[in-house]
């Protein structure tokens, strides 16, 4: 059974930073291109960034210089570090793999940032 796990989120004030985890299980987690996707209030879940297996990440342009997304092979584990946070950061974030067609995703972790 896949399990993915977001953990790290929480209430920040802006400008200041956080750091989310995703841990998978029920996974061959390599070859899964992991995603960080965000939905904040009344708005539709957007992808925020992506990495393959092989470390090529993806990134909104918009959030470029901000938000840096890694991952961990040995502890089948998808990060996504954010500084500089914005109140319209605030979302729920969500962690997705991806292979062959086949997603799965996580519950979410909520960020809220305070002006």
């Known amino acids: 059974q896949v399990h993915l796990v977001e953990s790290g989120g929480g209430l920040v004030q802006a400008g200041g930073s956080l750091k989310l985890s995703c841990a998978a299980s029920g996974i061959n987690f390599r070859l899964h291109t992991m995603n960080w996707y965000r939905q904040g209030p009344g708005n539709q879940r957007e992808l925020v960034a992506s990495?393959?297996?092989?470390?090529?990440?993806n990134y909104v342009d918009s959030l470029k210089g901000r938000f840096t997304i890694s991952r961990d092979n040995v502890w089948n584990s998808v990060y996504l570090q954010m500084n500089n946070l914005i109140p319209e950061d605030t979302a729920v974030y969500y962690c997705?793999?991806?292979?062959?067609?086949?997603?799965?995703w996580g519950r979410g972790t909520q960020v809220t940032v305070s002006p």
């Open positions: 997705k793999a991806n292979y062959k067609g086949l997603d799965y």
């Open positions: 990495i393959t297996g092989s470390g090529v990440t």
